[in-house]
């Protein structure tokens, strides 16, 4: 059995309750949160511009596999109705009934996960837009330190010792 203990040291900067509360009329999380609607805005007003570009390329990338998966979709769907109606199509011959199906739902369900996948995406950009405004004013000196090393415990049911793994932060 290891344990992982954390103990923690915190240094407060002596700035006032009021120049915090000044600062934050002028960067707020619910305007971050808001603007995040449209994607990508959310980043640019916490000044992550970085980020915009990965916003837009995975809801970009999502939409186009949603589209083409569709588009498939069709396709198999149209051949698999032409073939009902005993009637020739693009994958006569070359595939048979069951596999137009099967493709169908291939398609059907890799759509539907690439759709899923673009809500989550979604969904998390705004979260992260969030999480940026409430940490815009979050100082990250050269004072951030961790510190890992071997430790032993007392196990509480057997009293004998256990190897585990000590770590201090200093922030």
Request: aromatic content about 14%; overall charge positive; proline content about 3%.
């Amino acid at each position: 059995m290891i344990l992982l203990v954390f103990v923690a040291n915190a240094q407060i900067d002596t700035i006032s309750k009021e120049k915090i509360k000044e600062k934050e009329k002028f960067h707020s999380p619910k305007t971050a949160t808001l603007l995040a609607i449209i994607p990508g805005a959310g980043q640019a007003y916490n000044r992550k511009y970085w980020k915009m570009p990965i916003v837009y390329a995975t809801m970009g990338t999502c939409i186009y596999f949603s589209i083409s998966n569709q588009q498939q979709f069709k396709r198999f769907k149209n051949a698999y109705m032409a073939r009902d109606n005993g009637e020739h199509d693009e994958f006569y011959g070359i595939l048979s009934k069951e596999a137009l199906m099967n493709n169908m739902d291939r398609n059907r369900k890799i759509r539907d996960y690439t759709l899923a996948g673009a809500v989550l995406l979604y969904a998390l950009q705004i979260v992260d837009a969030n999480v940026d405004a409430h940490l815009f004013y979050f100082d990250v000196g050269d004072n951030l330190s961790a510190n890992f090393y071997p430790q032993t415990f007392n196990s509480i049911y057997t009293r004998t010792p256990i190897l585990g793994v000590g770590c201090t932060l200093n922030f």
